[in-house]
């Protein structure tokens, strides 16, 4: 019997040919996409889609931000600030919300895009504010984990070799779906704070008082309180999140029909994750009621001051947490990083991609993570003065990035009718108004102290 079916043409075979792994891998994930929504299966629909907002809001509830939040309520207690975090997690939100359009609109990479829209001078410039950024904060999550681990008797290099064996681990997958569960798992963990605060025993009536009143600023306004602010704006929006959100949209492959379960993703993890820094806050404030000395204690130490208030259970569960926190928020920004130097590199840069396809992309990804914790590992290192000062620094360097991401998402030609609307530009030029006043007045005070009194 003769076979008469015709071999495939040259040209087709060429194209499958072509395809690359990154390629079939983001089809793979976008055909269950498809077959969840034409099926109405609305629950897998959302279980696929989620990943990006809640990792890139868990991510920044990280070992500096949790750290921050603790020191929040040791030091002004709960009156002002509840209000305050949720607010800063709105303002994140807004912010977030905006790369998720971006990703869909556009398909690319927040650092390609600024290079392609501003030129290279602007480009280069906005990739040295996430730079210094990324490299500081990177540094602070190892410090978190070497702290949290600390507390149960790991010594520091072996708290080390376990964060970065988990980092590799996570990009061990070559696949991005596979990375994202991992991640979204480790970032669960985060939940041990609201049990932490829970030993602390808070005064429900208190609590809800602080929300429903929101009590004046607590004490004089001076420098260290305006610090406080900062550090806890900067515990919220950092520059990080805006790389990594729109590229891990992008990698998962994002379209404009998925940008309402995008926002979805990205309010849960804002409000799982305002949760979290709300319930440090409690579990600290303790400190605060008991007018606890904290001139001597650094703040790796935190877990340990806590015990007398939240007992062995309480105090351990806040240092599992810490090590939780630093773990996961060394994966995002290990990987922002890696995506924003192979956009710029113009070299493959996906998770979506084996290590042989995209060497520099996982490199830069575990080079940034071994290098961070080298310097924790490294003699008389300024790690106190690291924790302290990462998140103001965040706050400064967050200006430059949101004029950017302004203009990009006001582009009609690159954004279509996913562009900015006059709501979205209102909160948006609002938020960038006043952390760059909070900013300037952080310089004045600096500069000119007197001004303080």
Not at 13 to 39: F, M, P, T, W, Y
Not at 69 to 85: C, E, N, R, V
Not at 303 to 309: C, E, G, I, N
Not at 328 to 348: L, W
């Amino acid at each position: 019997m003769v076979d008469t079916r015709q071999p495939p043409s040259t040209d087709a075979a060429s194209s499958r040919k072509n395809v690359s792994g990154e390629d079939r891998q983001r089809a793979e994930d976008r055909l269950r996409i498809h077959q969840a929504r034409g099926s109405r299966r609305r629950m897998r629909l959302a279980w696929l889609l989620i990943g990006p907002g809640i990792l890139a809001m868990l991510g920044e509830n990280d070992a500096p931000s949790m750290l921050s939040y603790a020191q929040t309520g040791a030091t002004y207690g709960i009156g002002f600030f509840l209000p305050f975090i949720l607010l800063t997690f709105g303002m994140a939100y807004v912010v977030q919300e905006m790369t998720v359009r971006l990703a869909a609109a556009t398909h690319r990479g927040h650092a390609e895009l600024i290079f392609n829209r501003f030129g290279t001078f602007w480009g280069f410039f906005s990739m040295l504010d996430l730079v210094i950024g990324n490299v500081l904060t990177l540094v602070t999550e190892f410090i978190g984990i070497r702290a949290g681990l600390g507390y149960f008797g790991v010594p520091a290099w072996v708290s080390m070799v376990i964060a970065f064996s988990i980092v590799y681990i996570a990009t061990a997958s070559r696949r991005y779906f596979t990375w994202e569960r991992l991640a979204l798992g480790l970032a669960a963990v985060n939940l041990v704070f609201i049990p932490a605060a829970l030993y602390a025993h808070p005064n429900p009536a208190a609590v809800a008082t602080a929300f429903a009143t929101w009590r004046p600023l607590p004490g004089h306004f001076n420098t260290n309180l305006l610090v406080q602010l900062m550090a806890d704006v900067g515990a919220t929006v950092t520059p990080w999140m805006l790389f990594f959100q729109q590229s891990a949209a992008v990698d998962k492959g994002i379209t404009a029909i998925d940008v309402r379960h995008g926002r979805m993703d990205t309010a849960v993890g804002a409000l799982v994750a305002s949760a979290t820094g709300i319930a440090t806050v409690i579990a600290c404030a303790p400190l605060y009621l008991h007018h606890v000395d904290l001139s001597a204690v650094s703040q790796s130490q935190f877990a340990a001051v806590l015990q007398p208030f939240l007992g062995s259970t309480g105090s351990a569960l806040f240092a599992l947490g810490l090590a939780e926190a630093g773990t996961v928020a060394a994966i995002m920004i290990s990987t922002s990083s890696a995506y924003a130097f192979g956009e710029v590199a113009r070299v493959p840069s996906s998770l979506n991609r084996s290590f042989r396809d995209a060497p520099w992309f996982y490199a830069s990804l575990l080079g940034g993570a071994a290098i961070a914790a080298a310097v924790v590992l490294w003699p008389h290192a300024p790690l106190q003065a690291i924790t302290i000062t990462v998140n103001v620094i965040a706050t400064l360097l967050m200006p430059p990035a949101l004029l950017f991401l302004m203009i990009l998402v006001n582009d009609r030609e690159i954004m279509g009718d996913l562009a900015n609307r006059r709501l979205g530009n209102t909160v948006g030029w609002i938020i960038i108004a006043v952390i760059t006043l909070m900013g300037s007045t952080y310089g004045l005070l600096t500069v000119f102290p007197q001004l303080a009194h």
